[in-house]
């Protein structure tokens, strides 16, 4: 059954460290994603905003509460489980993290080859496809150490769309950009998601984003504080 | 290369992207890799060439069974046998023919050098025990004082031994005695001495009055044909009544002379600690670069972590960066190793050359102690944490 919500976080408690310096994170966050929403997760560093992130990532066990991700409970799941649905995810990251080593365009490929049996042509297509949408088609040979800051971050964009995830989520993408670039990435983000009807869960605290956003939530001390809706 | 590796693994051959996108680090990388494959190729070299070196004066005769003493680990070792059991081996129905065969080293004082020659003492009437290479020239031998010699002896010149023939003999002192050589055969130089002599065993008692024909170091005897050589030696232990003596096949001797040089004399357990060594450093230099490798790509691998690639993705990779290390590593160690050992031959006139074999252990022994260094070496993956990316 294809739930509305992508996304349920019900009762969200996060603790990191053992013993004297056990330390909770997270305060019984609760959160949905609403499949096609675009949602701005704002805070100042060390509000949790990266926990919240990692949990929903699958890349960070579910200690307490419970996270419906895809309709598949989170809490208990198997790292097998786990690394399986992350390949339905997208990911953007504060630096770009493409692989040195490989072009545009095998970058690209690597987020699709995740999926097994895709074809190395269809894969090739489908990747210089990806830096065509987002305006690199003229860069596809390059190696990262070759493009601009704002370059990368749209291979880095084109890679998380590339497999068409189903959610995306975004660590302050824009944080490493200048005022252009970094309005071109998330104008981007916003049109492939609305074109896609993809997901997408943003970190940031730049300013700039807000006005693009359908929802933002404000957390402060592991506790969500304020939930605007717009649009 | 990399269409070959992206067909092998089914994906984009990240491991060859990743050595060859720094090109310095790649070459230092190979370089090491072929280190180690030389050091092993010169080492096994060494190793084979005692091998070879001791099985070679087993070619210069033919026998079916050997007696030899109790203690002798190889032709030039231990005790004598007394004649009189070369007469009771005779009353055996298969045992055709017996020789005894004595030996020992002739210093052969050359002026500057002195060099060595591994005598043997043979009945020059008895082509039957003597290898078919020095067979024709055994009547020579008849002569007292007569010698045929190895050309391929250290310290003697090639035209000066090649100069050597029945109307133009070479004749020298040695153990104060004028030897004449008439003939020369093809022995080579090994561990224990610089070459190899044939004498009669009348020119071998003149040599060293202090032997007896009574007493030879070894005896050798050939059966007659359709005679199973096993049983013929279950019949010479009980026919023998020394328990001390081994009476063994001539191949079996030959086989257990080498097996004794390599696991019980200094040289040949040195030789295998060599081998050793050198698949260790190998393992050590391929771990170090993949290791490292790995390390400088934790970011990197961390990200293909959180996109869903699992842990045999990464293994993979690593294998593949160890299988181009290995077989490109390879070429130049295979070259190098080669042109090591055909030096050292030329030099040591040790029998040294790259086989076949060897080249292709040494090839799969460096493909798989390359792939157990990548095993090794993505343990440190364990640290690419993609919780921390963000």
Same mark, same amino acid.
């Given at each position: 059954?294809?739930?509305?919500?992508?996304?349920?976080?019900?009762?969200?408690?996060?603790?990191?460290?053992?013993?004297?310096?056990?330390?909770?994170?997270?305060?019984?966050?609760?959160?949905?994603?609403?499949?096609?929403?675009?949602?701005?997760?704002?805070?100042?560093?060390?509000?949790?905003?990266?926990?919240?992130?990692?949990?929903?990532?699958?890349?960070?066990?579910?200690?307490?509460?419970?996270?419906?991700?895809?309709?598949?409970?989170?809490?208990?799941?198997?790292?097998?489980?786990?690394?399986?649905?992350?390949?339905?995810?997208?990911?953007?990251?504060?630096?770009?993290?493409?692989?040195?080593?490989?072009?545009?365009?095998?970058?690209?490929?690597?987020?699709?080859?995740?999926?097994?049996?895709?074809?190395?042509?269809?894969?090739?297509?489908?990747?210089?496809?990806?830096?065509?949408?987002?305006?690199?088609?003229?860069?596809?040979?390059?190696?990262?150490?070759?493009?601009?800051?704002?370059?990368?971050?749209?291979?880095?964009?084109?890679?998380?769309?590339?497999?068409?995830?189903?959610?995306?989520?975004?660590?302050?993408?824009?944080?490493?950009?200048?005022?252009?670039?970094?309005?071109?990435?998330?104008?981007?983000?916003?049109?492939?998601?609305?074109?896609?009807?993809?997901?997408?869960?943003?970190?940031?605290?730049?300013?700039?984003?807000?006005?693009?956003?359908?929802?933002?939530?404000?957390?402060?001390?592991?506790?969500?504080?304020?939930?605007?809706?717009?649009? | 290369?990399?269409?070959?590796?992206?067909?092998?693994?089914? %994906? =984009?051959?990240? /491991?060859?992207?990743?050595?060859?996108?720094?090109?310095? $680090?790649?070459?230092?990388? #190979? &370089?090491?890799? !072929?280190?180690?494959?030389?050091?092993?190729?010169?080492?096994?070299?060494?190793?084979?060439?005692?091998?070879?070196?001791?099985?070679?004066?087993?070619?210069?005769?033919?026998?079916?069974?050997?007696?030899?003493?109790?203690?002798?680990?190889?032709?030039?070792?231990?005790?004598?046998?007394?004649?009189?059991?070369?007469?009771?081996?005779?009353?055996?129905?298969?045992?055709?023919?017996?020789?005894?065969?004595?030996?020992?080293?002739?210093?052969?004082?050359?002026?500057?050098?002195?060099?060595?020659?591994?005598?043997?003492?043979?009945?020059?009437?008895?082509?039957?025990?003597?290898?078919?290479?020095?067979?024709?020239?055994?009547?020579?031998?008849?002569?007292?004082?007569?010698?045929?010699?190895? %050309? =391929?002896?250290? /310290?003697?010149?090639?035209?000066?031994?090649?100069?050597? $023939?029945?109307?133009?003999? #070479? &004749?020298?002192? !040695?153990?104060?005695?004028?030897?004449?050589?008439?003939?020369?055969?093809?022995?080579?130089?090994?561990?224990?001495?610089?070459?190899?002599?044939?004498?009669?065993?009348?020119?071998?008692?003149?040599?060293?009055?202090?032997?007896?024909?009574?007493?030879?170091?070894?005896?050798?005897?050939?059966?007659?044909?359709?005679?199973?050589?096993?049983?013929?030696?279950?019949?010479?232990?009980?026919?023998?009544?020394?328990?001390?003596?081994?009476?063994?096949?001539?191949?079996?001797?030959?086989?257990?002379?080498?097996?004794?040089?390599?696991?019980?004399?200094?040289?040949?357990?040195?030789?295998?600690?060599?081998?050793?060594?050198?698949?260790?450093?190998?393992?050590?230099?391929?771990?170090?670069?993949?290791?490292?490798?790995?390390?400088?790509?934790?970011?990197?691998?961390?990200?293909?972590?959180?996109?869903?690639?699992?842990?045999?993705?990464?293994?993979?990779?690593?294998?593949?960066?160890?299988?181009?290390?290995?077989?490109?590593?390879?070429?130049?160690?295979?070259?190098?190793?080669?042109?090591?050992?055909?030096?050292?031959?030329?030099?040591?006139?040790?029998?040294?050359?790259?086989?076949?074999?060897?080249?292709?252990?040494?090839?799969?022994?460096?493909?798989?102690?390359?792939?157990?260094?990548?095993?090794?070496?993505?343990?440190?993956?364990?640290?690419?944490?993609?919780?921390?990316?963000?």
């Amino acid at each position: 059954m294809e739930h509305e919500n992508i996304l349920e976080a019900k009762g969200l408690n996060h603790w990191f460290g053992t013993g004297d310096v056990k330390k909770q994170a997270l305060f019984d966050v609760n959160l949905t994603l609403k499949r096609g929403s675009f949602t701005v997760l704002m805070g100042p560093s060390g509000s949790g905003k990266t926990t919240v992130l990692t949990l929903i990532g699958c890349l960070r066990s579910v200690q307490d509460g419970s996270v419906c991700l895809l309709d598949r409970e989170l809490n208990g799941a198997s790292e097998a489980e786990l690394v399986a649905l992350r390949r339905r995810l997208g990911f953007i990251f504060q630096a770009h993290n493409l692989h040195e080593s490989l072009t545009a365009t095998q970058n690209v490929i690597m987020g699709l080859q995740v999926h097994r049996g895709v074809s190395d042509a269809d894969a090739q297509r489908a990747a210089t496809h990806a830096l065509g949408l987002v305006g690199l088609s003229d860069r596809v040979g390059y190696l990262p150490g070759n493009l601009s800051g704002g370059q990368k971050q749209r291979v880095a964009v084109a890679r998380a769309l590339v497999g068409n995830p189903a959610l995306l989520l975004a660590d302050e993408p824009t944080a490493a950009l200048d005022k252009e670039s970094a309005a071109e990435v998330v104008d981007l983000l916003k049109r492939m998601g609305a074109a896609r009807g993809m997901t997408t869960l943003l970190v940031t605290h730049d300013n700039r984003i807000l006005d693009r956003a359908d929802r933002i939530l404000t957390l402060e001390d592991g506790r969500i504080v304020t939930m605007e809706d717009r649009g | 290369m990399s269409r070959l590796l992206q067909a092998l693994f089914g %994906r =984009l051959p990240i /491991g060859w992207l990743q050595l060859t996108h720094n090109r310095t $680090r790649f070459a230092a990388a #190979l &370089a090491g890799v !072929a280190f180690a494959n030389v050091l092993v190729f010169v080492q096994l070299g060494i190793m084979n060439s005692m091998g070879a070196a001791t099985l070679r004066p087993y070619d210069f005769f033919q026998a079916d069974i050997m007696i030899s003493a109790g203690d002798a680990n190889s032709l030039s070792d231990g005790g004598n046998v007394a004649r009189q059991w070369l007469l009771q081996a005779m009353a055996d129905p298969d045992v055709v023919d017996g020789m005894g065969l004595f030996m020992a080293n002739v210093p052969w004082d050359r002026g500057e050098k002195d060099i060595s020659l591994s005598t043997f003492g043979v009945d020059p009437v008895k082509p039957g025990f003597i290898g078919v290479q020095i067979a024709d020239d055994l009547p020579l031998l008849q002569v007292q004082d007569a010698a045929i010699l190895d %050309r =391929l002896a250290r /310290g003697l010149a090639k035209d000066e031994a090649a100069a050597i $023939r029945p109307q133009t003999p #070479l &004749a020298f002192e !040695a153990q104060s005695r004028t030897l004449v050589a008439y003939a020369t055969f093809a022995g080579g130089g090994g561990f224990g001495g610089d070459g190899y002599m044939l004498v009669s065993d009348q020119t071998f008692l003149s040599l060293f009055p202090a032997r007896s024909s009574a007493a030879p170091d070894h005896i050798l005897l050939t059966l007659g044909r359709g005679a199973d050589v096993d049983t013929v030696v279950a019949r010479l232990r009980s026919l023998i009544s020394d328990p001390s003596l081994r009476i063994r096949s001539y191949a079996d001797a030959a086989q257990d002379d080498l097996k004794y040089q390599q696991t019980r004399r200094p040289t040949g357990i040195i030789f295998g600690f060599g081998v050793l060594i050198g698949v260790l450093v190998g393992l050590v230099i391929v771990y170090q670069v993949l290791s490292t490798d790995v390390a400088d790509h934790l970011r990197e691998y961390a990200t293909f972590k959180a996109m869903g690639y699992g842990p045999r993705f990464f293994l993979s990779v690593v294998f593949e960066e160890a299988l181009v290390l290995g077989v490109m590593g390879f070429i130049p160690g295979l070259i190098v190793g080669t042109a090591i050992l055909t030096l050292m031959g030329k030099i040591t006139t040790l029998p040294l050359a790259m086989s076949f074999s060897m080249a292709v252990s040494v090839f799969i022994g460096t493909v798989v102690f390359s792939a157990i260094s990548g095993a090794i070496a993505t343990r440190r993956l364990a640290a690419a944490d993609p919780a921390d990316l963000f």
